[in-house]
């Protein structure tokens, strides 16, 4: 089995680009068999090195490799079937289309954009399905001299036998096709540029690949593709069309409606392990009820015959669900470095480590710490900027409640010694001195959290209080206590 992902530099790494490479991944090892990069970068208008980049790297970000290609943006490609970037194949389809030229299966058209706009809206006007009118297929030479004469340039065209085309798909099974509706369609520009369906037709065929799996919106064009093996003399490969990922109305996943490209998910904090699961099953499972699988365990159960006909429902909550059952499987120590990122070089790492305990349960995604525990190295009036006065008002209390439960802290903190700071006895003292205030435990400490943490939903407020330091600590009790004072809350 040798298969092939061909994606387009003319957009960030894709969702669903990024099931299908993992599927042609998954279905290349399973059989022993050789997964092929191609840069299908014949748009040259619109192929940046950018978005190249993007894709190399969001691939390997997902543990996604591949045996045959480029291995990193721009770098060398690596393999016998080298270049694999087709913008350095050129000469290979110009052979291919003298070839098609020479037998008759194709012919050059001259025909301008307004004289093809003139064509398809007499067809319009006669309820004719819209196709080129082949007016270019029989003119005679004095025609051709004429053309060439006012400096026209012809493309080249593709005589698409008028027949039925079926194929065994691998996940939809048999499909059939009327070629005899297409109109011969363009293979190659008039500027002398080569296109989609004639380039991925001849280095499939050269660089061997056996089996196209690809996503479903490419499914008619699998007709135009076979029409052309066959005028060229390939062999066929096996195709299989993957469903599209949907919303969870069942509309198509778009840039605009969704969050399509890759590197959202990464900077959102999803972890590229728990990503690989959520979209190896995005369309297939494994039948049992395990849930988490390397990508090794995934490449020995996958099959790429039992992928789901069906369109697969993007379920985020699942995908939350998911990236937090792999944060809490991190150490301590390894989910620090997932963290660093998002967290400021003035933490050291020390200071980042002594942060995971409180986070972890808590984190949905890596970028939640941010949330969670950003008090810690905000300045003291950034985090007093986060709430309003009334936060500070217990559930079961006014603003004398508050007050109470402030000066009570703000005097049993600044009792305590430097070395007595610590998560439990600070919750001892606290506690005690809400007992001798009279007040509820939950009621006093809530003033309390939002001065330290500005929210009032936070990591488990002890431990928070150590991490901040008695002295940080208590100028942000104070200042809450004068805020207080001044709003009128009081
Ligand atoms: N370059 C095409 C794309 O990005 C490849 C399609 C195919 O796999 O044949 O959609």
Redesign the pocket.
């Known amino acids: 089995m040798r298969v ?5 530099p ?1 957009g960030p790494l894709h969702i669903g ?1 990024a099931r ?1 490479s993992l599927y042609n991944l998954l279905a290349a090892r399973h059989a022993g068999g050789t997964f092929v990069l191609r840069i ?1 970068d014949t748009d040259v208008a619109r192929s940046t090195p950018e978005f190249e980049r993007d894709i190399i790297d969001g691939l390997h970000w997902l543990g996604i490799t591949w045996d045959e290609g480029p291995q990193v943006a721009g770098g060398t490609d690596i393999g016998p079937h080298a270049p694999y970037r087709q913008s350095l194949r050129l000469e290979l389809y110009a052979r291919e289309a003298g070839r098609l030229l020479a037998s008759g299966a194709a012919y050059r058209c001259w025909c301008t954009p307004e004289e093809l706009e003139a064509v398809r809206r007499a067809q319009e006007a006669a309820r004719e399905p819209p196709r080129y009118n082949r007016r270019c297929l029989s003119l005679t030479d004095a025609d051709v001299a004429a053309f060439t004469a006012e400096g026209r340039r012809a493309a080249i065209r593709f005589k698409v036998p008028a027949e039925r085309i079926g194929f065994d798909d691998i996940v939809r099974g048999e499909v059939e096709f009327d070629n005899a509706l297409l109109g011969d369609f363009v293979i190659v520009r008039n500027d002398g540029v080569p296109l ?1 369906h004639f380039v ?1 037709v001849i280095d ?1 065929e050269e660089m061997g690949i056996t089996h ?1 799996i ?2 479903e ?2 499914l008619s ?1 699998t007709p135009k ?1 076979i029409a052309l093996i066959r005028a060229l003399g390939y062999r066929e490969p096996r195709f299989g069309h993957i469903p599209l990922i949907l919303n969870q109305d069942r509309s198509k996943m778009s840039k605009r409606k969704s969050q399509t490209a890759i590197a959202a998910y990464r900077e959102d904090g999803y972890l590229p392990e728990a990503l690989v699961n959520f979209l190896a099953f995005l369309g297939w499972s494994p039948g049992t009820e395990e849930e988490l699988f390397t990508l090794d365990e995934l490449a020995d159960r996958f099959e790429i015959g039992a992928v789901h006909r069906g369109g697969a429902i993007f379920d985020r909550d699942r995908l939350d669900h998911l990236n937090g059952v792999y944060i809490r499987a991190l150490t301590d120590t390894q989910l620090a470095l997932r963290l660093r990122p998002w967290v400021p070089a003035a933490v050291d790492d020390a200071g980042l480590l002594a942060i995971v305990p409180l986070v972890r349960e808590r984190l949905v995604r890596l970028g939640d710490v941010v949330g969670l525990a950003g008090f810690l190295w905000e300045p003291d009036a950034v985090v007093s900027s986060w709430y309003s006065p009334d936060l500070l008002r217990p559930r079961n209390g006014g603003p004398e409640a508050a007050e109470t439960a402030l000066a009570g802290t703000i005097a049993t903190l600044s009792a305590m010694a430097p070395a007595e700071f610590a998560a439990d006895e600070i919750e001892h003292r606290i506690r005690t001195a809400a007992e001798t205030a009279g007040v509820k435990a939950g009621d006093f400490f809530t003033p309390i959290r939002v001065a330290i943490t500005g929210r009032t939903v936070s990591p488990p407020l002890f431990a928070s209080l150590e991490l901040l330091g008695r002295d940080r600590s208590l100028a942000r009790l104070a200042d809450a206590r004068a805020r207080l004072a001044t709003s009128g809350a009081r």
């Not at 092939?4 to 387009?8: D, N």
């Open positions: 092939r992902m061909a994606p387009s003319t680009t299908t299908e989609y991925v499939d196209v690809r996503g919106d490419h064009n593709h």
